[in-house]
């Protein structure tokens, strides 16, 4: 039993972390915005004048749903074909591919994800100049 609880909390920490990194700091922005909009409506609710530049700054960052972007698609890929990469390398000094190593599958995935967003670069590139070529 010991063998086995080791690389399910190792994996359960690598990819935990991973996932901190990422939400966390879009969780606190969103709070951040969350109780800036209250403070605000607050305020009109009291009958305060609110300054016209505060609402504004407020409303300057928000974001509306975006094309698809072939530069932001090929940095996708260009990072999942390196972290693929990075965990088939560590795959195979940790013992080959014939051992049925515990990274060769997280390598895979993202060797997978990273031909796929490399895919929809290349037909969001394409269809880019299309576009431009028929205007």
Known sequence: ???????????????????????????FRERTK???????????????????????????NVVTKQQSNPRRTLGSAVVMLALGAAFAAAGYMDGGWMDGGFLNIPAMVLLALGLAFLLLAIVDY????????EQ
Request: charge should be positive.
């Open 126 to 133: 394409s269809s880019q100049k299309n576009k431009k070529t």
């Open 34 to 60: 969350q109780s800036a909009h209250r403070l605000v409506a607050e305020a009109i609710a009291k009958g305060q004048n609110v300054d016209p530049v505060l609402v504004q700054k407020l409303t300057e």
């Open 1 to 27: 039993m010991d063998g086995t609880i080791i690389p399910v909390v190792g994996s359960i920490m690598l990819f935990g972390s991973i996932a901190a990194i990422v939400v966390l700091p879009a969780y």
